[in-house]
Protein backbone atom coordinates (compact mmCIF):
# COMPACT_ATOMS: atom_id res chain seq x y z
CA UNK A 1 0.00 0.00 0.00
CA UNK A 2 1.20 3.53 -1.14
CA UNK A 3 0.80 6.10 1.65
CA UNK A 4 0.45 9.76 0.46
CA UNK A 5 -0.16 12.30 2.74
CA UNK A 6 -1.52 15.38 1.34
CA UNK A 7 -0.11 19.27 2.81
CA UNK A 8 -3.10 20.83 4.66
CA UNK A 9 -2.64 23.79 2.22
CA UNK A 10 -2.42 23.50 -1.95
CA UNK A 11 -3.52 20.04 -1.17
CA UNK A 12 -5.80 20.02 -4.24
CA UNK A 13 -2.06 20.58 -6.16
CA UNK A 14 0.02 18.48 -4.44
CA UNK A 15 -2.89 15.40 -5.19
CA UNK A 16 -3.28 16.29 -8.58
CA UNK A 17 0.67 16.17 -9.24
CA UNK A 18 0.32 12.03 -7.11
CA UNK A 19 -2.22 11.03 -8.71
CA UNK A 20 -1.16 11.72 -12.23
CA UNK A 21 2.09 10.16 -11.74
CA UNK A 22 0.60 7.15 -9.94
CA UNK A 23 -2.32 6.67 -12.14
CA UNK A 24 0.00 6.80 -14.86
CA UNK A 25 1.91 4.13 -13.76
CA UNK A 26 -0.78 2.00 -13.59
CA UNK A 27 -1.41 1.46 -9.62
CA UNK A 28 -4.67 0.57 -8.72
CA UNK A 29 -6.90 2.52 -6.48
CA UNK A 30 -6.80 -0.39 -3.85
CA UNK A 31 -3.06 0.08 -3.62
CA UNK A 32 -3.19 3.73 -2.54
CA UNK A 33 -4.31 5.55 0.00
CA UNK A 34 -4.42 9.49 0.64
CA UNK A 35 -4.30 11.05 4.11
CA UNK A 36 -4.46 14.97 4.59
CA UNK A 37 -1.80 15.98 7.12
CA UNK A 38 -3.21 18.15 9.95
CA UNK A 39 -0.66 21.10 9.05
CA UNK A 40 0.97 22.10 6.22
CA UNK A 41 3.41 19.63 4.86
CA UNK A 42 5.09 17.88 2.30
CA UNK A 43 4.34 14.76 0.29
CA UNK A 44 4.89 11.47 2.03
CA UNK A 45 8.38 10.66 1.51
CA UNK A 46 8.58 6.95 2.09
CA UNK A 47 7.01 6.04 -1.66
CA UNK A 48 8.47 8.58 -4.01
CA UNK A 49 6.32 8.70 -7.42
CA UNK A 50 6.63 6.35 -10.13
CA UNK A 51 8.20 7.78 -13.39
CA UNK A 52 4.27 8.52 -15.82
CA UNK A 53 4.40 5.53 -18.18
CA UNK A 54 0.78 6.83 -19.86
CA UNK A 55 -0.42 9.98 -20.42
CA UNK A 56 -3.96 10.80 -18.81
CA UNK A 57 -6.45 11.71 -20.47
CA UNK A 58 -9.99 13.57 -18.09
CA UNK A 59 -12.84 16.13 -19.06
CA UNK A 60 -12.36 19.90 -17.36
CA UNK A 61 -15.26 19.01 -15.79
CA UNK A 62 -13.57 16.43 -13.61
CA UNK A 63 -11.07 19.04 -12.37
CA UNK A 64 -13.59 21.29 -11.31
CA UNK A 65 -15.28 18.68 -9.39
CA UNK A 66 -12.15 17.02 -7.99
CA UNK A 67 -11.12 20.65 -6.86
CA UNK A 68 -14.56 20.68 -4.88
CA UNK A 69 -14.37 17.42 -3.61
CA UNK A 70 -10.23 17.47 -2.57
CA UNK A 71 -11.48 20.05 0.13
CA UNK A 72 -14.16 17.84 1.94
CA UNK A 73 -14.18 16.37 5.31
CA UNK A 74 -14.19 12.81 4.58
CA UNK A 75 -11.11 11.36 5.12
CA UNK A 76 -12.00 9.01 1.98
CA UNK A 77 -12.48 12.02 -0.14
CA UNK A 78 -9.04 11.71 -2.35
CA UNK A 79 -9.09 8.39 -2.55
CA UNK A 80 -12.53 7.75 -4.42
CA UNK A 81 -11.21 10.67 -6.20
CA UNK A 82 -8.02 8.54 -7.66
CA UNK A 83 -10.61 5.51 -8.08
CA UNK A 84 -12.94 8.04 -9.91
CA UNK A 85 -9.85 9.21 -12.41
CA UNK A 86 -8.91 5.85 -12.87
CA UNK A 87 -12.15 4.72 -14.03
CA UNK A 88 -12.77 7.88 -16.31
CA UNK A 89 -9.62 6.50 -18.58
CA UNK A 90 -11.74 3.65 -19.96
CA UNK A 91 -15.00 5.28 -19.22
CA UNK A 92 -14.98 9.41 -20.16
CA UNK A 93 -18.59 9.17 -19.78
CA UNK A 94 -18.77 8.29 -16.41
CA UNK A 95 -19.45 11.73 -14.79
CA UNK A 96 -23.10 12.01 -16.59
CA UNK A 97 -23.90 8.72 -14.50
CA UNK A 98 -25.40 9.50 -11.77
CA UNK A 99 -26.44 6.01 -10.78
CA UNK A 100 -22.79 5.33 -10.41
CA UNK A 101 -22.08 5.53 -7.00
CA UNK A 102 -18.63 6.46 -7.07
CA UNK A 103 -19.73 9.44 -9.50
CA UNK A 104 -22.57 10.44 -6.86
CA UNK A 105 -20.91 10.68 -4.37
CA UNK A 106 -18.34 12.70 -5.32
CA UNK A 107 -20.92 15.17 -6.47
CA UNK A 108 -22.74 14.91 -3.11
CA UNK A 109 -19.83 16.42 -1.57
CA UNK A 110 -19.17 18.90 -4.35
CA UNK A 111 -22.00 20.29 -3.28
CA UNK A 112 -21.83 20.46 0.35
CA UNK A 113 -17.90 22.02 -0.32
CA UNK A 114 -19.98 24.69 -2.60
CA UNK A 115 -22.30 25.31 -0.33
CA UNK A 116 -19.76 25.68 2.93
CA UNK A 117 -18.14 28.55 0.83
CA UNK A 118 -21.43 29.98 0.04
CA UNK A 119 -22.12 30.07 3.44
CA UNK A 120 -18.83 31.63 4.50
CA UNK A 121 -19.33 34.07 2.08
CA UNK A 122 -22.47 35.03 3.70
CA UNK A 123 -21.87 34.36 7.24
CA UNK A 124 -18.63 35.87 8.04
CA UNK A 125 -18.68 39.07 10.02
CA UNK A 126 -15.56 41.18 9.52
CA UNK A 127 -14.66 43.03 13.51
CA UNK A 128 -12.88 46.35 12.86
CA UNK A 129 -9.80 46.79 14.03
CA UNK A 130 -7.37 49.66 14.63
CA UNK A 131 -6.52 51.40 11.18
CA UNK A 132 -2.91 50.20 9.96
CA UNK A 133 0.02 52.23 8.16
CA UNK A 134 -0.72 55.35 6.25
CA UNK A 135 -4.82 55.10 7.49
CA UNK A 136 -5.04 52.04 5.90
CA UNK A 137 -8.32 50.00 7.48
CA UNK A 138 -8.44 46.70 8.87
CA UNK A 139 -10.62 44.13 10.02
CA UNK A 140 -10.03 40.52 11.61
CA UNK A 141 -12.38 37.74 11.19
CA UNK A 142 -13.21 34.47 12.84
CA UNK A 143 -14.69 31.55 10.72
CA UNK A 144 -15.24 27.91 11.45
CA UNK A 145 -16.12 25.99 8.24
CA UNK A 146 -17.23 22.48 7.95
CA UNK A 147 -15.00 21.31 4.90
CA UNK A 148 -11.28 22.97 4.43
CA UNK A 149 -12.68 25.43 2.46
CA UNK A 150 -10.09 28.54 3.38
CA UNK A 151 -7.90 28.53 0.58
CA UNK A 152 -10.88 28.55 -2.12
CA UNK A 153 -13.47 30.81 0.09
CA UNK A 154 -11.13 33.33 1.04
CA UNK A 155 -10.20 35.08 -2.60
CA UNK A 156 -13.65 36.03 -2.69
CA UNK A 157 -13.28 38.43 -0.08
CA UNK A 158 -9.86 39.79 -1.38
CA UNK A 159 -11.34 40.85 -4.85
CA UNK A 160 -14.56 42.57 -2.90
CA UNK A 161 -12.53 44.41 -0.60
CA UNK A 162 -9.09 45.40 -2.38
CA UNK A 163 -8.70 48.44 -0.58
CA UNK A 164 -8.64 47.23 2.76
CA UNK A 165 -6.62 44.88 4.63
CA UNK A 166 -7.77 41.72 6.69
CA UNK A 167 -6.91 38.47 8.45
CA UNK A 168 -9.08 35.83 8.50
CA UNK A 169 -8.57 33.05 11.28
CA UNK A 170 -10.29 29.25 11.17
CA UNK A 171 -9.68 26.07 13.06
CA UNK A 172 -7.33 25.05 9.29
CA UNK A 173 -5.31 27.95 8.60
CA UNK A 174 -5.00 31.83 8.71
CA UNK A 175 -5.32 33.96 5.90
CA UNK A 176 -3.89 37.30 5.13
CA UNK A 177 -4.92 39.70 2.44
CA UNK A 178 -2.38 43.43 3.11
CA UNK A 179 -1.03 45.39 0.43
CA UNK A 180 -3.01 43.47 -2.02
CA UNK A 181 -1.09 40.17 -1.39
CA UNK A 182 -2.82 37.18 -0.09
CA UNK A 183 -1.31 34.34 2.00
CA UNK A 184 -1.88 31.40 3.63
CA UNK A 185 -0.33 30.57 6.81
CA UNK A 186 -0.65 27.81 9.75
CA UNK A 187 -3.60 27.97 11.78
CA UNK A 188 -3.72 30.43 15.36
CA UNK A 189 -6.00 30.14 17.80
CA UNK A 190 -9.39 31.84 17.97
CA UNK A 191 -8.51 35.56 18.30
CA UNK A 192 -10.04 38.04 20.47
CA UNK A 193 -11.85 39.92 18.29
CA UNK A 194 -12.92 43.97 19.21
CA UNK A 195 -16.61 44.57 19.33
CA UNK A 196 -17.58 47.29 17.24
CA UNK A 197 -20.56 49.28 15.52
CA UNK A 198 -21.04 46.58 12.93
CA UNK A 199 -22.39 43.86 15.67
CA UNK A 200 -25.23 46.57 15.96
CA UNK A 201 -25.61 47.19 12.34
CA UNK A 202 -25.84 43.31 11.88
CA UNK A 203 -28.90 43.58 14.83
CA UNK A 204 -30.61 45.91 12.75
CA UNK A 205 -30.36 44.25 9.54
CA UNK A 206 -30.95 40.96 10.47
CA UNK A 207 -34.40 42.62 12.54
CA UNK A 208 -35.30 44.86 9.55
CA UNK A 209 -35.16 41.18 7.16
CA UNK A 210 -37.11 39.22 9.54
CA UNK A 211 -40.84 39.09 8.31
CA UNK A 212 -42.60 37.34 11.39
CA UNK A 213 -45.57 36.44 8.47
CA UNK A 214 -43.52 34.45 6.65
CA UNK A 215 -41.68 32.33 9.66
CA UNK A 216 -40.47 29.35 8.96
CA UNK A 217 -38.02 27.47 11.30
CA UNK A 218 -37.05 24.64 9.46
CA UNK A 219 -36.46 26.85 6.42
CA UNK A 220 -34.44 29.15 8.19
CA UNK A 221 -32.21 26.99 9.75
CA UNK A 222 -31.62 25.12 6.48
CA UNK A 223 -30.27 28.58 5.24
CA UNK A 224 -28.67 29.41 8.10
CA UNK A 225 -27.48 26.27 9.83
CA UNK A 226 -26.68 26.28 13.44
CA UNK A 227 -23.56 25.18 13.61
CA UNK A 228 -22.74 28.66 11.93
CA UNK A 229 -24.97 31.15 14.52
CA UNK A 230 -22.12 31.16 17.59
CA UNK A 231 -19.84 33.32 15.28
CA UNK A 232 -22.92 35.70 14.19
CA UNK A 233 -23.80 38.76 16.29
CA UNK A 234 -26.77 38.62 14.95
CA UNK A 235 -27.96 35.20 15.73
CA UNK A 236 -28.69 36.23 19.61
CA UNK A 237 -31.80 37.72 18.65
CA UNK A 238 -33.25 34.40 16.86
CA UNK A 239 -34.95 32.96 19.67
CA UNK A 240 -36.55 36.26 21.04
CA UNK A 241 -38.18 37.34 17.51
CA UNK A 242 -39.44 33.47 17.14
CA UNK A 243 -41.13 33.82 20.37
CA UNK A 244 -42.28 37.26 19.36
CA UNK A 245 -43.31 36.13 15.67
CA UNK A 246 -47.08 35.03 16.05
CA UNK A 247 -47.53 38.25 18.10
CA UNK A 248 -46.52 40.45 15.34
CA UNK A 249 -47.89 38.21 12.58
CA UNK A 250 -51.08 38.82 14.22
CA UNK A 251 -50.72 42.36 14.01
CA UNK A 252 -49.53 42.35 10.72
CA UNK A 253 -53.02 40.30 9.31
CA UNK A 254 -55.09 42.84 11.66
CA UNK A 255 -53.16 45.73 9.59
CA UNK A 256 -54.08 44.50 6.60
CA UNK A 257 -55.77 47.04 4.03
CA UNK A 258 -58.32 45.62 2.18
CA UNK A 259 -60.23 46.04 -1.20
CA UNK A 260 -63.28 48.35 -0.23
CA UNK A 261 -66.72 46.40 0.25
CA UNK A 262 -69.05 47.13 -2.57
CA UNK A 263 -71.35 49.28 -0.39
CA UNK A 264 -68.43 51.61 0.74
CA UNK A 265 -68.07 52.18 -2.93
CA UNK A 266 -72.01 53.08 -3.32
CA UNK A 267 -71.37 55.25 0.37
CA UNK A 268 -68.60 57.08 -1.58
CA UNK A 269 -70.55 57.83 -4.71
CA UNK A 270 -73.39 58.89 -2.50
CA UNK A 271 -71.64 61.13 -0.11
CA UNK A 272 -69.66 62.95 -2.98
CA UNK A 273 -73.04 64.87 -4.18
CA UNK A 274 -72.92 68.03 -3.26
CA UNK A 275 -75.54 69.13 -0.63
CA UNK A 276 -76.90 72.43 0.28
CA UNK A 277 -75.81 73.71 3.65
CA UNK A 278 -78.80 72.90 6.06
CA UNK A 279 -77.41 76.56 8.09
CA UNK A 280 -74.72 78.56 8.22
CA UNK A 281 -72.22 79.65 5.24
CA UNK A 282 -68.62 77.86 4.70
CA UNK A 283 -66.09 80.56 3.32
CA UNK A 284 -65.63 79.90 -0.36
CA UNK A 285 -62.66 77.33 -0.27
CA UNK A 286 -59.56 78.30 -1.22
CA UNK A 287 -55.89 76.70 -1.49
CA UNK A 288 -54.53 78.44 0.76
CA UNK A 289 -54.10 76.27 3.15
CA UNK A 290 -56.01 77.35 6.11
CA UNK A 291 -58.27 80.27 7.10
CA UNK A 292 -57.69 83.41 8.81
CA UNK A 293 -58.25 82.95 12.25
CA UNK A 294 -61.21 84.90 13.26
CA UNK A 295 -61.73 86.52 16.69
CA UNK A 296 -64.94 84.65 17.68
CA UNK A 297 -66.00 80.97 16.59
CA UNK A 298 -69.31 82.42 15.88
CA UNK A 299 -67.98 83.19 12.30
CA UNK A 300 -66.93 79.54 11.49
CA UNK A 301 -69.70 76.49 11.09
CA UNK A 302 -70.16 74.55 14.53
CA UNK A 303 -68.45 71.28 14.38
CA UNK A 304 -71.50 69.56 13.53
CA UNK A 305 -72.11 71.71 10.58
CA UNK A 306 -68.53 71.26 9.38
CA UNK A 307 -68.42 67.62 9.26
CA UNK A 308 -71.57 67.54 7.17
CA UNK A 309 -69.71 70.31 5.00
CA UNK A 310 -66.50 68.31 4.98
CA UNK A 311 -68.34 65.14 4.17
CA UNK A 312 -68.55 66.44 0.49
CA UNK A 313 -65.29 68.17 0.45
CA UNK A 314 -62.99 68.11 -3.03
CA UNK A 315 -60.18 70.80 -1.54
CA UNK A 316 -58.49 68.08 -2.98
CA UNK A 317 -57.94 64.74 -5.21
CA UNK A 318 -58.00 62.36 -2.38
CA UNK A 319 -61.43 62.75 -2.15
CA UNK A 320 -62.04 60.92 -5.36
CA UNK A 321 -60.41 57.91 -3.92
CA UNK A 322 -60.87 57.12 -0.47
CA UNK A 323 -64.52 55.63 0.83
CA UNK A 324 -65.44 58.82 2.80
CA UNK A 325 -64.32 62.18 4.89
CA UNK A 326 -62.86 60.94 7.98
CA UNK A 327 -63.56 63.90 10.46
CA UNK A 328 -62.52 64.42 14.45
CA UNK A 329 -65.19 62.97 16.81
CA UNK A 330 -65.52 63.76 20.60
CA UNK A 331 -67.07 66.23 22.90
CA UNK A 332 -67.55 69.69 21.39
CA UNK A 333 -66.20 71.28 24.31
CA UNK A 334 -63.14 68.63 24.86
CA UNK A 335 -59.77 70.16 26.62
CA UNK A 336 -58.04 67.87 24.69
CA UNK A 337 -57.90 67.50 21.21
CA UNK A 338 -55.66 64.55 19.70
CA UNK A 339 -54.33 64.83 16.05
CA UNK A 340 -53.34 62.20 13.97
CA UNK A 341 -52.11 61.99 10.47
CA UNK A 342 -54.67 60.47 8.59
CA UNK A 343 -57.44 57.97 8.53
CA UNK A 344 -56.30 54.73 7.58
CA UNK A 345 -57.99 51.36 5.76
CA UNK A 346 -60.54 50.73 8.70
CA UNK A 347 -61.04 54.18 9.65
CA UNK A 348 -61.60 54.53 5.95
CA UNK A 349 -64.08 52.38 5.75
CA UNK A 350 -65.65 53.16 9.50
CA UNK A 351 -65.85 56.76 8.85
CA UNK A 352 -64.31 56.78 12.20
CA UNK A 353 -60.69 57.92 13.41
CA UNK A 354 -58.73 55.70 15.38
CA UNK A 355 -60.57 52.43 14.99
CA UNK A 356 -58.47 50.24 13.57
CA UNK A 357 -54.81 48.72 14.85
CA UNK A 358 -53.26 52.19 15.45
CA UNK A 359 -56.37 53.38 17.18
CA UNK A 360 -56.29 50.09 19.32
CA UNK A 361 -52.61 50.64 20.42
CA UNK A 362 -53.45 54.11 21.20
CA UNK A 363 -56.56 53.10 23.05
CA UNK A 364 -54.89 50.66 25.35
CA UNK A 365 -51.72 52.91 25.77
CA UNK A 366 -54.57 55.70 26.54
CA UNK A 367 -56.67 53.76 29.23
CA UNK A 368 -53.14 52.02 30.84
CA UNK A 369 -52.62 56.16 32.11
CA UNK A 370 -55.90 56.87 32.96
CA UNK A 371 -56.90 58.94 29.59
CA UNK A 372 -60.69 58.23 28.28
CA UNK A 373 -61.12 58.56 24.72
CA UNK A 374 -64.68 59.96 25.45
CA UNK A 375 -62.60 63.21 27.18
CA UNK A 376 -60.98 63.95 23.98
CA UNK A 377 -61.51 65.62 20.72
CA UNK A 378 -59.81 63.27 17.83
CA UNK A 379 -59.03 63.57 14.54
CA UNK A 380 -56.50 63.83 12.14
CA UNK A 381 -54.36 66.39 9.93
CA UNK A 382 -55.83 64.98 6.63
CA UNK A 383 -59.45 63.62 6.30
CA UNK A 384 -59.38 61.43 3.41
CA UNK A 385 -57.49 58.10 3.23
CA UNK A 386 -54.66 58.20 0.87
CA UNK A 387 -53.86 54.71 -0.55
CA UNK A 388 -51.93 53.05 -3.52
CA UNK A 389 -54.11 49.96 -4.85
CA UNK A 390 -51.93 47.02 -5.00
CA UNK A 391 -53.65 43.91 -5.92
CA UNK A 392 -56.51 43.14 -3.40
CA UNK A 393 -54.56 45.69 -0.83
CA UNK A 394 -54.47 49.38 -0.29
CA UNK A 395 -51.06 50.58 1.23
CA UNK A 396 -50.92 53.43 3.18
CA UNK A 397 -49.20 56.63 1.12
CA UNK A 398 -48.38 59.61 3.04
CA UNK A 399 -49.98 62.59 2.33
CA UNK A 400 -48.31 65.63 0.57
CA UNK A 401 -47.53 68.83 1.29
CA UNK A 402 -50.19 70.01 -0.49
CA UNK A 403 -52.94 67.90 1.09
CA UNK A 404 -51.78 68.62 4.57
CA UNK A 405 -52.19 71.95 3.51
CA UNK A 406 -55.76 71.58 1.84
CA UNK A 407 -56.65 70.05 4.21
CA UNK A 408 -56.01 72.39 7.44
CA UNK A 409 -58.87 73.89 6.21
CA UNK A 410 -60.83 71.81 8.61
CA UNK A 411 -58.28 71.33 11.03
CA UNK A 412 -58.48 75.03 11.90
CA UNK A 413 -62.21 74.96 12.02
CA UNK A 414 -61.66 72.29 14.48
CA UNK A 415 -58.96 73.91 16.37
CA UNK A 416 -60.71 77.83 16.41
CA UNK A 417 -64.59 75.61 17.41
CA UNK A 418 -62.87 73.76 19.86
CA UNK A 419 -60.10 75.75 21.46
CA UNK A 420 -58.27 72.80 23.29
CA UNK A 421 -55.98 73.70 26.62
CA UNK A 422 -53.98 71.18 24.66
CA UNK A 423 -53.52 69.09 21.51
CA UNK A 424 -51.35 66.56 21.77
CA UNK A 425 -50.04 65.83 17.95
CA UNK A 426 -48.82 62.34 16.47
CA UNK A 427 -46.79 61.70 14.00
CA UNK A 428 -44.78 64.57 12.04
CA UNK A 429 -47.61 64.79 9.22
CA UNK A 430 -49.60 66.36 12.60
CA UNK A 431 -46.73 68.40 13.96
CA UNK A 432 -46.31 69.83 10.17
CA UNK A 433 -49.83 70.45 9.80
CA UNK A 434 -50.21 72.21 13.62
CA UNK A 435 -46.81 74.20 13.47
CA UNK A 436 -46.10 74.29 9.82
CA UNK A 437 -42.69 73.00 10.65
CA UNK A 438 -42.31 69.14 9.17
CA UNK A 439 -38.98 68.66 10.87
CA UNK A 440 -38.47 64.87 12.99
CA UNK A 441 -39.73 64.05 16.71
CA UNK A 442 -36.56 62.76 17.71
CA UNK A 443 -35.84 66.37 19.51
CA UNK A 444 -39.47 67.43 19.48
CA UNK A 445 -41.73 64.83 21.40
CA UNK A 446 -42.36 65.18 24.69
CA UNK A 447 -41.88 69.05 24.80
CA UNK A 448 -44.41 71.49 24.96
CA UNK A 449 -44.43 73.34 22.00
CA UNK A 450 -47.09 76.43 20.30
CA UNK A 451 -49.47 75.77 17.25
CA UNK A 452 -49.81 78.11 15.17
CA UNK A 453 -52.83 79.27 16.79
CA UNK A 454 -50.64 79.87 19.70
CA UNK A 455 -52.04 76.55 21.54
CA UNK A 456 -49.93 74.21 24.07
CA UNK A 457 -49.46 71.77 21.97
CA UNK A 458 -47.65 68.47 22.73
CA UNK A 459 -45.63 66.35 20.44
CA UNK A 460 -45.58 62.42 20.89
CA UNK A 461 -45.06 59.12 18.64
CA UNK A 462 -47.66 58.58 16.12
CA UNK A 463 -49.37 54.98 17.33
CA UNK A 464 -48.40 53.33 13.54
CA UNK A 465 -44.73 54.08 14.17
CA UNK A 466 -44.92 52.22 17.60
CA UNK A 467 -46.82 49.09 15.53
CA UNK A 468 -43.44 49.50 13.05
CA UNK A 469 -40.43 49.67 15.25
CA UNK A 470 -38.59 46.23 14.01
CA UNK A 471 -36.82 45.64 17.22
CA UNK A 472 -39.02 44.93 20.33
CA UNK A 473 -36.55 46.27 22.76
CA UNK A 474 -36.45 49.47 20.48
CA UNK A 475 -40.51 49.60 20.46
CA UNK A 476 -41.13 48.97 23.68
CA UNK A 477 -38.86 52.02 24.26
CA UNK A 478 -40.61 53.80 21.99
CA UNK A 479 -43.90 53.03 23.56
CA UNK A 480 -42.96 53.81 26.99
CA UNK A 481 -42.07 57.50 25.52
CA UNK A 482 -45.40 57.48 23.88
CA UNK A 483 -46.86 56.31 27.45
CA UNK A 484 -44.98 58.98 29.37
CA UNK A 485 -46.10 61.18 27.00
CA UNK A 486 -49.63 61.05 27.68
CA UNK A 487 -49.17 61.35 31.13
CA UNK A 488 -47.65 64.83 30.63
CA UNK A 489 -50.82 65.95 28.70
CA UNK A 490 -52.88 64.73 31.15
CA UNK A 491 -50.42 66.25 33.57
CA UNK A 492 -50.48 69.18 31.88
CA UNK A 493 -54.45 69.46 31.94
CA UNK A 494 -54.70 68.88 35.12
CA UNK A 495 -52.38 71.99 36.09
CA UNK A 496 -54.07 73.92 33.66
CA UNK A 497 -57.36 73.21 35.37
N1 LIG B 1 -53.64 56.68 11.65
C1 LIG B 1 -54.00 57.97 11.79
O1 LIG B 1 -53.18 58.88 11.72
N2 LIG B 1 -55.27 58.25 11.99
C2 LIG B 1 -56.20 57.32 12.06
O2 LIG B 1 -57.35 57.68 12.24
C3 LIG B 1 -55.82 55.99 11.96
C4 LIG B 1 -54.51 55.68 11.73
Known sequence: MRQVVLPALGTFTVWREAARALAGAGIPAEEVSFTRDAAPGLLGQEHPLPPPQRQLRVPRAFLDLAEAVSCHRDGTAHDRLYALLLRLQDAPGLLGDRADPLVDGARRMEKAVRRDIHKMHAFLRFSALPPGEGGRLRFAAWFEPHNFITERAVPFFAERHREMDFLIATPETTALWQGQRLTFGPPSPRPDLPADGAEALWHTYFVSIFNPARLKVKAMTAEMPRRYWKNLPETSLIPGMIADAPRRAAQMRAALPTIPPAHAVRLAAARRLPQPAASGELPLPDTSGGLPLPETPGELPPLAEARRQAAVCTRCDLCHHATQTVFGEGPADAELMIVGEQPGDQEDLAGRPFVGPAGQLFDRVAEEVGLS???????????????????????????????????????????????????????????????????????????????????????????????????????LAAEREFRSDLVAALDFLRNAA
Open 373 to 475: RERAWITNAVKHFKFLPRGKRRLHQRPNGGEVMACRWWLDIERARLRPRLIVGMGTTAAEALTGNGKGLTQRRGKLERDTTGAPLLLTWHPSYLLRVPEPAAR
